[in-house]
């Protein structure tokens, strides 16, 4: 069932409800409205004035961005991330409660106020067991995806699977104005997923291709169309990637213990974007190094600063919405993972970059009219192999592993082969009819647990009807799983892995690539910042445990909307009183 729609119409019936009550018996009965006379002489005199409002709310995401990022960077930031942490609203301990903790169940959840048990994005992918393959979390059938700039795109994705309407939706249908929303990123998933399913304008980015694109559920737009042709991401080719600090200033070692660097790329810096081969044309592999680096996210700063110039923001009475998440961030931490100088050196960039961001909406919006919400979408793991070099125990729970050894072990008792239709992240989809065989089937469904429990790395191993309800436990892993659990959509068997353990997907007998991953429901997977700044906030330091679910509900507060359905709550202490939407700085 679609909750998220059923809370909806049950919201507009009590609406419904309460209107008719509030009418003389008469003129309901009728459905005619009251006449003027028989409304208090107050009332009549009354005219209806719109609530204050900020003009514009700007959500920021920053892909893969740990908390303590903050705390160890923060000293080296003077532009826009200093001015976060500095006059907003800086909530310390804010995690994500699920497991699911990848990009696209991150970006529903700030976007909805929902976990992924609520919103049903469980993950970037899943298996989709009537079609009988992987899917991605915003692939549509019935869409077909626009290229820019004369470019051409395939596929087609929307937010249709998003099971509960985003922020952005509501702000439209609710504000009864020409509210507009736009959202950009990298990825098609943290784009779509912010923007919702009535968004004006999302457009992300093709590696592939080196395109950008929109679907035919928003269309193209001219602004985005223009801005593209008159700046293509190929126009930063041949430029290098250097030390923006000095040496003496970075944290950790020049050379970080198990990267694994885009093609073409050495361990440290420098990184040039030549592509592969450096023959002057750029390549895919070009492209990779381009989302690779902070290039990259300073193309979407501008192309943000773009969108903010094409709302007019200054010139209307209605709040639009502008979202961009900024993907860099994750790509360098897979490949450098969280201790290296790339990391440290971009999130300087980045501070510089949304500096200027904001001093591009001091002017066009005007200082005070807006309200930004920053957060990231998941943290990451440290290196494996650097855990294990400072003395800690880590390694890489293989999954591919563990779909062998569930084989062998049902081998010998008559079941389907294969008996796995998918080993996905850290869940396993078995072939049609099999998991129903095994819940029947005492001996077998041991032997299978047994033969997982024995892989390297693996903690425990949950069945789903387990994890169906969150509150059926107070194991706080249960319940991680139990908070990104989606009948229908999720697997039949869930593995968690210890700390430090990472899921891959290595093939045995061949060296891994390097680099690190998240997706676990431990802290340095789900803790990220979280900041509010500018129209309505009261700015501070605050350390109560928050999620960013929080996010959607306090915005809905600040613009005077109501959310369908959410498992955030609002941000209370950090709201000013009402009628005070002016924010002051620490």
């Given at each position: 069932?679609?909750?998220?729609?059923?809370?909806?119409?049950?919201?507009?019936?009590?609406?419904?409800?309460?209107?008719?009550?509030?009418?003389?018996?008469?003129?309901?009965?009728?459905?005619?409205?009251?006449?003027?006379?028989?409304?208090?002489?107050?009332?009549?005199?009354?005219?209806?004035?719109?609530?204050?409002?900020?003009?514009?709310?700007?959500?920021?995401?920053?892909?893969?961005?740990?908390?303590?990022?903050?705390?160890?960077?923060?000293?080296?930031?003077?532009?826009?991330?200093?001015?976060?942490?500095?006059?907003?609203?800086?909530?310390?301990?804010?995690?994500?409660?699920?497991?699911?903790?990848?990009?696209?169940?991150?970006?529903?959840?700030?976007?909805?106020?929902?976990?992924?048990?609520?919103?049903?994005?469980?993950?970037?992918?899943?298996?989709?067991?009537?079609?009988?393959?992987?899917?991605?979390?915003?692939?549509?059938?019935?869409?077909?995806?626009?290229?820019?700039?004369?470019?051409?795109?395939?596929?087609?994705?929307?937010?249709?699977?998003?099971?509960?309407?985003?922020?952005?939706?509501?702000?439209?249908f609710q504000s009864g104005g020409?509210?507009?929303?736009?959202?950009?990123?990298?990825?098609?998933?943290?784009?779509?997923?912010?923007?919702?399913?009535?968004?004006?304008?999302?457009?992300?980015?093709?590696?592939?291709?080196?395109?950008?694109?929109?679907?035919?559920?928003?269309?193209?737009?001219?602004?985005?169309?223009?801005?593209?042709?008159?700046?293509?991401?190929?126009?930063?080719?041949?430029?290098?990637?250097?030390?923006?600090?000095?040496?003496?200033?970075?944290?950790?070692?020049?050379?970080?213990?198990?990267?694994?660097?885009?093609?073409?790329?050495?361990?440290?810096?420098?990184?040039?974007?030549?592509?592969?081969?450096?023959?002057?044309?750029?390549d895919k592999d070009f492209y990779t190094q381009w989302q690779t680096s902070p290039f990259a996210d300073s193309y979407l700063v501008k192309l943000g600063e773009a969108a903010v110039r094409s709302l007019h923001p200054a010139n209307g009475s209605e709040t639009d919405f502008l979202a961009i998440s900024f993907s860099s961030i994750d790509h360098i931490g897979h490949a450098f993972g969280p201790r290296s100088w790339e990391i440290q050196d971009a999130l300087v960039q980045l501070d510089r970059d949304l500096g200027d961001f904001f001093s591009v909406l001091d002017k066009e919006v005007g200082r005070g009219n807006y309200v930004?919400?920053?957060?990231?979408?998941?943290?990451?793991?440290?290196?494996?192999?650097?855990?294990?070099?400072?003395?800690?125990?880590?390694?890489?729970?293989?999954?591919?592993?563990?779909?062998?050894?569930?084989?062998?072990?049902?081998?010998?008792?008559?079941?389907p082969k294969p008996a796995v239709a998918k080993a996905a992240g850290d869940e396993i989809y078995f072939a049609k009819g099999v998991y129903d065989q095994l819940k029947g089937d005492p001996k077998a469904m041991a032997a299978v647990l047994d033969a997982i429990q024995n892989v390297p790395g693996v903690l425990r191993v949950y069945r789903a009807e387990e994890v169906d309800d969150p509150q059926a436990t107070e194991d706080p892993i249960r319940k991680a799983f139990a908070a990104s659990y989606f009948a229908g959509r999720s697997g039949d068997l869930l593995v968690a892995p210890k700390a430090y353990w990472p899921v891959g997907y290595a093939v045995p007998g061949k060296e891994r690539a390097g680099g690190t991953t998240h997706g676990t429901p431990y802290y340095y997977d789900q803790r990220v910042p979280l900041l509010l700044m500018g129209w309505g906030i009261r700015p501070g330091s605050y350390y109560r445990a928050v999620t960013p679910a929080d996010i959607a509900p306090t915005l809905a507060e600040l613009c005077g909307i109501t959310l369908a359905t959410r498992d955030g709550q609002v941000l209370a202490e950090a709201l000013q009183p009402k009628g005070n939407g002016i924010s002051t700085t620490r």
């Open positions: 069932m679609n909750r998220g729609i059923e809370c909806g119409k049950y919201l507009r019936a009590v609406l419904a409800i309460a209107v008719l009550a509030s009418m003389p018996f008469g003129a309901a009965v009728r459905g005619q409205a009251p006449h003027r006379d028989a409304l208090p002489a107050a009332l009549q005199k009354t005219e209806v004035k719109a609530a204050k409002r900020p003009r514009l709310v700007v959500l920021l995401v920053v892909d893969q961005m740990r908390a303590d990022y903050v705390d160890k960077f923060a000293g080296q930031w003077h532009g826009g991330l200093k001015r976060l942490v500095e006059q907003g609203a800086w909530f310390h301990d804010a995690a994500y409660p699920y497991a699911a903790t990848e990009t696209c169940p991150g970006h529903a959840t700030i976007s909805t106020g929902a976990f992924p048990a609520t919103h049903g994005m469980v993950g970037n992918g899943w298996w989709d067991r009537d079609a009988g393959k992987m899917i991605t979390c915003t692939a549509d059938p019935k869409t077909k995806n626009l290229g820019y700039a004369g470019a051409t795109a395939s596929d087609g994705d929307s937010a249709w699977r998003m099971q509960v309407p985003a922020f952005a939706d509501e702000l439209k020409p509210t507009k929303v736009v959202a950009l990123s990298l990825k098609a998933r943290a784009a779509i997923t912010m923007g919702g399913r009535t968004a004006d304008d999302v457009a992300w980015f093709e590696t592939s291709t080196g395109a950008w694109v929109t679907s035919d559920v928003y269309g193209v737009h001219p602004w985005v169309d223009e801005y593209v042709k008159s700046h293509p991401a190929k126009a930063d080719y041949g430029k290098t990637w250097t030390l923006t600090l000095p040496k003496t200033a970075y944290l950790y070692e020049e050379n970080a213990v198990g990267t694994g660097p885009p093609p073409g790329w050495e361990h440290t810096l420098p990184h040039p974007l030549r592509g592969k081969t450096g023959n002057g044309d750029p930004v919400a920053f957060s990231g979408d998941h943290g990451v793991a440290p290196i494996p192999e650097d855990v294990t070099k400072a003395g800690g125990d880590a390694g890489w729970l293989n999954m591919a592993e563990v779909q062998t050894r569930i084989e062998s072990a049902l081998k010998p008792l008559n079941y």
